[in-house]
């Protein structure tokens, strides 16, 4: 074992609970401080496959996740005027028993993963963040914003895409860059006849796809470029995504009409980026979007972080010292996550530059190769 007995996380998202669940198994006391201050996540859904399942598998959860939302094999792409182009076949990901695809909505993972920490007895500070933290070699001392002070092992940056636990070790040097783009979602009810996922493509800029969340919604998402990254008032998201859906035939075009509540309706901006090894200064190391954020072209970013939970885990407990621990997780991670934020952010620029010669399938082929191969 690693040396490590007491962890603290910062962030809880779906990588720190998931790190907080794979550390509590292996008995490491581990708490969380998240700065948000009620535990609560956004309300529209998100796409996960194999892998993702795999890897909460491991954690003990996928049964549960499964059962909260809708599993699915496969996805068809339509060109605007609902013309079929061609279907995707099911490419399974992961040991066991999973489906090739799962829609979820993210208030229904938070809660599994939640509630998997809180029967842990896992301790969740809200409204509350680090003001200091300083590596003292053989510990790192925490000065939180509440006024707790702490001393821990190790201390895991699983803060998201703006992490302040990245900006702390390495300035906004490798900070995750806007692509472009940005991502509408919302949330409609789901007509019988939507069983598996369906791409609309050919509207210059982007995609608008159609995912099943439950037996009674699915959610309507566009993908598309956002020059200059603007911002945009709330009361106008409706509207606004009403906007980039115009021109689209078929179920596209019945969903438009059901997008009337802006309060519905969620935008954001798309940024990437990967962190170079290694991914800790000392004690202290990334996780999750902190250090490799992804756009979601390939659907794989909550994937990313659980794996990485997953592993980073395992080594804690496996191996025989702390440097050797963090070497191993980067080294199980990097090449997986580089292939999955540039092969996200290829296919972003492919559909803002649609004539660069990318081979779309090709990629997801060579990516989806590596994502099936063992953690």
């Not at 190391?285 to 072209?297: E, F, N, R, W, Y």
């Amino acid at each position: 074992m690693a040396n490590v007995a007491r962890v603290l996380i910062v962030g809880g998202g779906i990588g720190g609970l998931a790190t907080a669940v794979g550390l509590q198994q292996r008995r490491i006391d581990v708490e969380i401080v998240e700065k948000m201050e009620r535990s609560e996540v956004y309300h529209v859904g998100i796409i996960v496959q194999g892998n993702f399942l795999h890897a909460l598998g491991k954690l003990g959860l996928a049964e549960k996740a499964m059962a909260a939302g809708f599993p699915y094999d496969g996805f068809h792409n339509y060109d605007t005027e609902n013309n079929h182009l061609f279907s995707q076949p099911p490419i399974y990901m992961g040991d066991g028993d999973f489906p090739a695809f799962l829609g979820l909505t993210r208030p229904a993972l938070h809660k599994i993963q939640l509630d998997a920490a809180k029967d842990a007895g896992i301790p969740l500070h809200l409204g509350a963040s680090f003001s200091k933290i300083e590596d003292k070699g053989d510990s790192v001392e925490v000065a939180f914003t509440d006024g707790r002070i702490g001393k821990y092992d190790l201390v895991i940056g699983a803060d998201g895409w703006n992490s302040d636990v990245r900006r702390l070790l390495m300035g906004d040097e490798h900070a995750p860059q806007y692509t472009g783009q940005g991502v509408w979602r919302c949330n409609v009810p789901r007509p019988e006849s939507m069983k598996d996922m369906t791409l609309y493509r050919g509207k210059p800029g982007g995609t608008t796809g159609l995912v099943p969340l439950t037996k009674e919604t699915m959610y309507v998402f566009h993908v598309c470029g956002e020059p200059g990254n603007p911002r945009f008032a709330p009361e106008t998201l409706a509207d606004e995504l009403c906007k980039r859906l115009e021109g689209y035939k078929g179920p596209v075009e019945a969903v438009r009409e059901l997008v009337t509540d802006p309060l519905q309706v969620v935008y954001r901006p798309l940024y990437a980026g990967l962190v170079p090894a290694p991914w800790n200064r000392g004690r202290i190391v990334l996780l999750g979007d902190a250090v490799h954020s992804s756009t979601p072209h390939m659907g794989q970013g909550a994937a990313l972080a659980v794996e990485s939970a997953v592993v980073l885990s395992e080594e804690l407990a496996e191996a025989p010292d702390l440097d050797t621990a963090l070497a191993n997780y980067v080294n199980r991670r990097f090449e997986r996550s580089k292939q999955v934020v540039e092969g996200s952010r290829a296919i972003g620029d492919h559909e803002m530059n649609p004539n660069d010669g990318l081979d779309v399938p090709a990629l997801f082929g060579r990516v989806y190769q590596t994502l099936s191969q063992p953690l």
